[in-house]
């Protein structure tokens, strides 16, 4: 059974009806740029070939009915005029969450009927969220608000992570879900939304990139997360500035460090962002002017450097992945997402994927962990109507 049959076969037994249609929005995986995008800066991301398909059709009573392969006993039915952030709770709130945001839309339609499946890694730092608002924000967009852009489903997207799910994620992972191409990364400046695809052909290259799901989950919804978030807020309020995109260089950061521990970590946090942003601008000028995409193993795992010491959102599972993918012969490696947790990214020579694959099985198994799981991060396309 394919990825539509299997969808709008659960649609039809749930509703009695065929779907009026079947969208699919994929994951991501970041090449580079973390934590830069609510500072205005750059990011990198590829999408995934997993993706979360939404099965819609409208509805003549007002209501909103929501259900997931994933969470069988978490079907969820509500009156449009009862959505209000946090409800419902869990994953049926990214929907609603988007549901919310054309409310007027969809209740001069009458109401709408969903149903979700899909094999994005959840709390894996792969943007499964992201993911599911965004398959339902393109559905949504082709029945019923058809004038809407991709660059507005973005934001239709973001808002609901953050005002109705209360997530206060930036905009990499939606551009991706809604942006990214087969083939490419894309690279976007998050401060003027401009955007470019850099080509990305790993195949070609005789190159892979790996992704290792640890297993270890975050949430974004609490914790970390947003705590760095006010941190760099903090900093760039501190330096003057609206947004930490705006600092030229590492040695505009030296007022920050005032003696004070509290300083110290501004300069850290805000010293992160900074590099980050360049790096990825390095990363790109190197895909741009070097046919060898291995020259960017080392920023990769730089990367990571600085998310581990800087910005201090590694964990000791993440930097063991990171060291043993290298140990075996990645040209690069690097935590990928919010943090806390998650997947990490492995630039590899096609024929070291097993060997790097087992010594990462090798060094879990020593620390006590579970396997992790992994795969090859293709370059795909983003949302699209499957049917
Ligand atoms: C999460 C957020 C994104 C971004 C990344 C870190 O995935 O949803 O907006 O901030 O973390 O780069």
């Known amino acids: 059974m394919t990825g539509i049959e299997r969808v709008t076969a659960a649609f039809r037994d749930r509703f009695g009806a065929d779907p009026e249609g079947v969208w699919a929005a994929p994951g991501r995986a970041n090449v580079i740029g973390e934590h830069t995008d609510y500072n205005g800066g750059f990011v990198l991301p590829v999408a995934l070939p997993h993706t979360t398909r939404a099965a819609i059709g409208r509805r003549g009573d007002g209501r909103l009915a929501l259900a997931s392969l994933q969470h069988p006993d978490e079907d969820a039915e509500l009156g449009l005029a009862d959505l209000r952030p946090g409800t419902p709770p869990g994953w049926g709130g990214y929907v609603a969450g988007v549901v919310a945001e054309l409310r007027d839309a969809v209740a001069s339609d009458g109401g709408l009927s969903v149903v979700v499946d899909g094999d994005v890694p959840a709390g894996a730092g792969l943007s499964s969220s992201a993911a599911l608002s965004c398959s ?48 490419s990364a894309l690279f976007l400046d998050t401060r003027d939304r401009s955007s470019e695809q850099v080509p990305f052909d790993l195949a070609a290259a005789g190159l892979a990139l790996l992704v290792i799901d640890t297993g270890t989950t975050h949430s974004h919804a609490d914790g970390g997360y947003g705590d760095r978030r006010k941190e760099c807020e903090q900093a760039a309020q501190r330096l003057g500035v609206e947004l930490l995109r705006e600092v030229p260089d590492v040695a505009a950061l030296v007022p920050l460090d005032d003696g004070t521990p509290e300083g110290r970590v501004f300069l850290r946090r805000a010293r992160h962002v900074v590099t980050e942003d360049a790096r990825v601008l390095r990363v790109v000028a190197t895909l741009r002017e070097s046919a060898d995409p291995r020259a960017i193993g080392p920023i990769l795992t730089a990367g990571h450097e600085s998310l581990r010491d800087d910005f201090e959102i590694s964990t000791p599972l993440l930097d063991a992945t990171v060291e043993a993918a290298l140990d075996a012969g990645a040209h690069g490696a690097r935590m990928v997402g919010g943090g806390f947790g998650g997947s990490v990214i492995a630039l590899a020579d096609d024929d070291a994927t097993d060997r790097i694959e087992a010594a990462v099985a090798a060094r879990f198994a020593a620390g006590g962990d579970g396997p992790p799981r992994t795969f090859r991060a293709v370059p795909s396309d983003g949302a699209r109507r499957l049917a």
């Open 136 to 183: 339902v924000a393109l559905g949504l967009r082709d029945l019923i608000r058809p004038e809407l852009s991709r660059e507005q489903l973005v934001d239709i997207a973001r808002r609901a992570e953050n005002d109705y799910v209360g997530a206060p994620t930036g905009i990499l992972d939606q551009s991706a879900a809604l942006l990214c191409r087969a083939g």
